[in-house]
């Protein structure tokens, strides 16, 4: 078997501002003293004077995002979604969403995948953060081809946007010829009758790996990419939930408040289904490899398999 | 500079909050009295604006930080002619444009939305980097209160502002010294004012925040600054112009009654008089 191409997405997002920069002229990327990390130093080295370090304070960085948007500037405000959606929230509830304005927040590091930084990098509540808030698009992409399809989409939309980037390489599972990224749809990527696996982000391909597991013992899982949180493709779910009757969520988050409680205000209104919510169970992260990592909170394709065996019984 | 009219207009923009705020039974009147000079000054005097063209691209900017002080914003606004002054009576109600706090989205002139304290001069700033960026001209202006400098983001954003250089930027803290708890000293304590923001590299002018010619001149001073951003510190009265609001911390956020409205009318009608 061939060696899959593993990359990670905060590398997608550094290379795609890169790409994009000389279509999108009024395109001005902003970090707090982590280009290094979040990649944006990719743009900073070919477009010095487009990238604005604003030093350690994300809140003002947020900020100042709000202030060159009024200008008719896109700003990518570049940080740890600990800090850009955690510490960061109020700024950009009340100076980016709520005058409406045309920032981006391009969050890398998100989830226990961050590794051996440990619990307090470790964001496992940017999702449910972020989506609580009118108007905010939230996405979160699954490998390199769609997270770098995620920036543009982003730099198409008026309005804000968030994007949720990883530090881990994962494998790169959409680079067929005839993809094509839709914000706000949801991506099938395998049919399947007994149940809807609808996972996002880093999770999808352990969850494409658990559907062939779960096949191997006769159980015919149908699996939903969702890189669009906000708006959710409710078209979608509800069909599949109707078809199949039961459905699991899979994120690299915490169960309150992201994917699985999204689907689940979904469903609850229109079509009432059994759902299991796999993601991180209402506790803090720890140090270690992230693979490691993935495993013991049961968020490798192993615990997937396992967790949705269990609840087809 | 006509001073005469300039004291006029701000007397005028002093009734416009009264009874904006007592049409609206609750808002902050005592900063918006004591910032009252100063946005006159701004709007009538200093700025690059056009009330019928107000989102022109090389206008000057103003956020008002101390977001609170909406009242003297919009007062200020009604009477250079960006809406109706009659509308101020809305102030609050449902279904009205003027929101409790600045809304850019549906207030003409309003160029930041802003209400929750030490995020506007952030925006601010980053008007003034684009500014910068794109070799405009256009000014930017930040209005802030003398308590919001007690939150950190003002001084991430002085630390930005003064590190590159943002000579387009004034920073004017309205120093009326009263907040919501009482006085400043007594709550925490921002002062020195002055050193703190000398010490993030800005260039410093104090004055009296109801002396036109001292406005006038620290204004001058700043568009003469190059290299460094400006702060004013302008020693204010709040509830200046209504004498039982005057110094009054319990005026800070609270409306006055039929009887007490009519009582700051006279005051303001009073002096009025005395400008004739």
């Not at chain 2, 002055?194 to 925040?209: T, W």
């Amino acid at each position: 078997m061939a060696e899959v191409k593993k990359i990670a997405t905060r590398d997608s997002y550094g290379n795609a501002l890169t790409e994009l920069a000389e279509q999108y002229p009024n395109l001005v990327v902003l970090d707090a003293d982590l280009a290094a990390a979040t990649k944006t130093g990719i743009f900073k080295k070919a477009y010095p004077d487009r990238h604005i370090d604003c030093g350690i304070a994300e809140c003002n960085m947020v900020g100042i995002a709000a202030g060159l948007a009024t200008t008719g500037k896109i700003p990518f405000v570049s940080s740890f979604a600990m800090f850009a959606a955690g510490r960061a929230f109020e700024q950009v509830r009340n100076s980016v969403a709520y005058p409406k304005l045309n920032v981006k927040i391009g969050a890398t590091h998100a989830g226990i995948s961050v590794g051996e930084d440990g619990a307090t990098h470790q964001c496992c509540e940017d999702l449910a953060l972020m989506r609580t808030i009118p108007g905010m698009v939230v996405m979160n992409p699954s490998d390199d081809v769609e997270a770098k399809a995620a920036v543009k989409a982003a730099l198409d939309h008026e309005g804000p946007v968030y994007i949720r980037f990883g530090r881990l390489a994962v494998p790169v599972i959409n680079d067929n010829a005839d993809y094509k990224f839709e914000l706000g749809k949801g991506v099938v990527l395998r049919e399947g009758k007994d149940v809807t696996l609808v996972a996002t982000g880093l999770e999808v391909s352990e969850t494409l790996d658990a559907a062939e597991k779960l096949a191997a013992d006769g159980i015919d899982a149908k699996v939903i990419n969702i890189h669009t949180i906000k708006p959710l493709d409710e078209e979608l779910i509800i069909a599949a939930a109707k078809e199949t009757g039961k459905v699991v969520t899979i994120e690299e988050h915490s169960v309150i408040g992201g994917l699985g409680s999204a689907v689940c205000d979904c469903l609850a209104a229109n079509a009432p289904t059994p759902v299991l919510k796999i993601g991180v169970n209402d506790t803090f992260g720890e140090s270690g490899p992230a693979v490691e990592l993935l495993k013991k909170y049961g968020l490798d394709s192993e615990g997937i398999y396992a967790k949705v065996k269990e609840f087809m019984k | 500079m006509d001073t005469l009219a300039l004291k006029k207009t701000a007397n005028e923009v002093r009734k416009g909050i009264v009874t904006a705020v007592h049409s609206a039974k609750s808002g902050h009147p005592g900063g918006s009295l004591s910032a009252a000079d100063i946005l006159t000054y701004l709007y009538f005097e200093e700025m690059n604006i056009d009330p019928k063209d107000p989102k022109k691209a090389d206008r000057d900017r103003l956020v008002l930080s101390k977001g609170h002080i909406a009242p003297g914003l919009y007062s200020t606004l009604a009477n250079r002619g960006f809406f109706p002054v009659e509308d101020l009576t809305t102030l609050r109600h449902v279904g009205s444009y003027l929101q409790g706090h600045p809304d850019m989205k549906h207030i003409p002139g309003v160029d930041m939305s802003s209400g929750s304290l030490g995020q506007g001069i952030s925006a601010a700033v980053g008007m003034a980097l684009s500014a910068k960026l794109d070799n405009a001209d256009y000014r930017v202006y930040a209005v802030l209160g003398d308590g919001e400098i007690q939150e950190g983001q003002v001084w991430e954003a002085a630390m930005f502002a003064g590190a590159r250089k943002l000579d387009n930027l004034v920073v004017i803290v309205d120093n009326n010294g009263l907040q919501i708890d009482g006085n400043i000293e007594d709550v925490c304590s921002p002062y020195p004012i002055a050193d703190k923001f000398k010490a993030f590299n800005f260039n410093v002018v104090e004055i009296d925040a109801h002396d036109f010619d001292q406005i006038a001149d620290a204004f001058k001073k700043a568009k003469e600054t190059k290299g460094m951003p400006t702060a004013i510190v302008a020693k204010s009265v709040k509830g200046k112009g209504v004498s039982f609001m005057e110094n009054q911390a319990s005026w800070h956020g609270s409306a006055p009654n039929d009887e007490q409205y009519a009582q700051a009318m006279a005051d303001l009608e009073k002096i009025g008089e005395s400008l004739k």
